[in-house]
């Protein structure tokens, strides 16, 4: 059996934990989330699951909204003695939106395997 190292259950883990170490401190953790994010959908797509899309789609507006949040701080920010007024602030809004799509995904997964548990069914949802 040939596999890709990116498709054992392990791998997922692995993102979610750097996904959720990430979210203690969003903005210092935000290359955490991004991480976690993408090897989720590198996963989830290798595995064919059919939320693939959904945590692509959520890595792309996370990738989107932390690279425009890394460029506007080294600008010197937005707000105060910045001189850019709090607009500046909204296409960083793309990062908190994806990281919500991501934990969706991720509580349904579980709320699915919850249920599967208790129904006693042998088999598994996808493990991702």
Do not use: C
Request: hydrophobic share 50%; charged share 10%.
């Amino acid at each position: 059996m040939n596999t890709s190292i990116f498709q054992h259950p392990w791998f997922f883990r692995l993102a979610v934990i750097l996904f959720l170490i990430g979210t203690i401190d969003p903005l210092e953790g935000s290359v955490l989330i991004a991480a976690g994010g993408i090897m989720m959908a590198i996963h989830t797509r290798l595995v064919s699951q059919p939320q693939a899309r959904w945590y692509l789609a959520a890595s792309i507006l996370i990738i989107a909204g932390v690279i425009y949040m890394f460029y506007v701080s080294s600008l010197g920010g937005f707000g105060g003695n910045s001189g850019r007024s709090w607009w500046w602030a909204t296409p960083i809004l793309p990062y908190p939106i994806g990281w919500l799509i991501v934990v969706i995904l991720l509580l349904t997964n579980v709320i699915k395997k919850q249920i599967h548990h208790r129904k006693g069914l042998k088999t598994e949802p996808n493990p991702g």
